[in-house]
Structures are given as C-alpha cells and as structure tokens.
C-alpha cells in the first residue's frame, strides 16, 4: 500500500463545475502538500498546510490530522485548470513523500 | 529572482553511460533535494543535500550520487545508465532555517536512456 493515496486518479469535469480531490496517508506528517504539474513537467506549489483550511482564489485545501486525509477543491472549474495535482506530505526531516498524482481535465 | 533553475532540460544517453544534471535553487535557499519521476508516477525523492553533505537518501542505488557546491548550487550524477533511469528528474530547493519546509521545484531535466 502506498503512503499517500489519491483519489480519483483521473477526472474530467465540465468548465463552472466544483472539483475535489482526495488525499489520504498513512505515515507522520509535519506538513501535507498540494502541488500543480503541467504538461512538460513544471511543478508549481499550490498549498502547504499542517491544520485547518487554506484558500488561494478558486483553490480550497483542507486537511484532517486526527484522519489523516486532506482535500483540494477547486470553485467554478475553468479549461486552464487542466494539469496533474500531485499531494505530498512532508516528513520531518524534509522530504517529501508524492502520491501518483489527479489528472484533471477541464473541458470548456 | 530566477527561482529554481536546472540544466540540461532535455538529455538524451545510452546505457552505460554517465550523466550530470545540475540544479541552481532559489535565491536564500540552503537545502536541495532530487527527485526521480516516471512517466504516470509521482515524484520518488533520491537525496537530499545540505552544507554541502547528503543529508537524506531515498532508496536508491549508489549509482546514484550527488554534490552540493559552496554557493548551494548540485549536481546529481548517475553512473551506468539502465533505460529505467530514463525519467524527469526534479530539483527542489528550500531552506532548513525557516519554520517550513517549503519547496520550490524547477522546471525539471528529461533523462531519456537508450
């Protein structure tokens, strides 16, 4: 079983719609990560959150220590959203742990 | 600032071959990790390097090494190259000073080994 677990691995949605994606682990975290990667291969942070809830624009991340699980929502979905979201926890000492990662399609 | 710069971004290799990749982090930044993607994988984190030492590895073969330089700049190197070292290999830079560990990545070097 991985230590980081997302789900659904592929998403298609129509352009206005409410997108979530889910991330579950299983290992100590001192923070969790939602990060973007385009086609190409750039990786841009999104979110570091170790509590509560963070908003940036149309992008939502929450996160559950106790159930160890955080989600990632996107309000009012748009075609340039189109990418892979990746969540990432971090360990103490630095590393990052990845999932495999959402492929998410936003059709116009 | 130019944020994370890494150098090639496209190599092409046989097997057997050696490789350089270089990765300059943010500007403020100490710490730099590597990191091996495969194609419809997430991230695999190779090593980590601090102060000019490996600070951290992943589970990967010694083939796998790396160098951190004075002004915080690394290199990783892989030796002996297998076609499944073929892969985009990310650098990631942050700094162990602050109360995060936030990570900046670069735009990446796509390994192809043939």
């Known amino acids: 079983k991985n230590e980081v677990e997302q789900s659904p691995q592929n998403l298609t949605a129509q352009e206005g719609e409410f997108i979530t994606i889910n991330c579950s682990y299983s290992v100590g975290i001192s923070a969790l990560h939602w990060l973007q990667q385009h086609p190409g291969g750039g990786i841009v942070s999104l979110f570091m959150?170790?509590?509560g809830k963070k908003k940036h624009g149309r992008l939502i991340a929450t996160i559950n220590i106790q159930e160890k699980h955080s989600s990632l929502h996107i309000t009012a979905s748009h075609p340039r959203d189109s990418a892979v979201y990746i969540c990432?926890?971090?360990?103490?000492?630095?590393?990052?742990?990845f999932g495999k990662g959402t492929k998410l399609s936003v059709k116009p | 600032d130019a944020g994370v710069t890494q150098s090639p971004t496209h190599l092409i290799k046989t097997r057997g071959q050696q490789v350089t990749l270089r990765c300059s982090p943010k500007?403020?930044?100490?710490?730099v990790s590597w990191y091996q993607q495969a194609l419809g994988q997430g991230p695999q984190f190779i090593f980590q390097?601090?102060?000019?030492?490996?600070?951290q590895r992943g589970n990967f073969p010694d083939r796998f090494s790396g160098h951190q330089f004075p002004n915080y700049s690394s290199e990783l190197n892989v030796n002996a190259l297998l076609l499944g070292d073929s892969a985009l290999y990310l650098c990631?830079?942050?700094?162990?000073?602050?109360?995060?560990?936030?990570?900046?990545f670069g735009p990446g070097t796509r390994l192809t080994v043939t």
């Open positions: 390097y601090y102060e000019e030492e490996e600070r």
């Open positions: 500007s403020g930044h100490d710490t």
């Open positions: 990631a830079s942050s700094t162990l000073r602050g109360p995060s560990y936030e990570q900046y």
């Open positions: 990432a926890v971090g360990g103490s000492q630095g590393n990052l742990i």
């Open positions: 959150l170790s509590s």
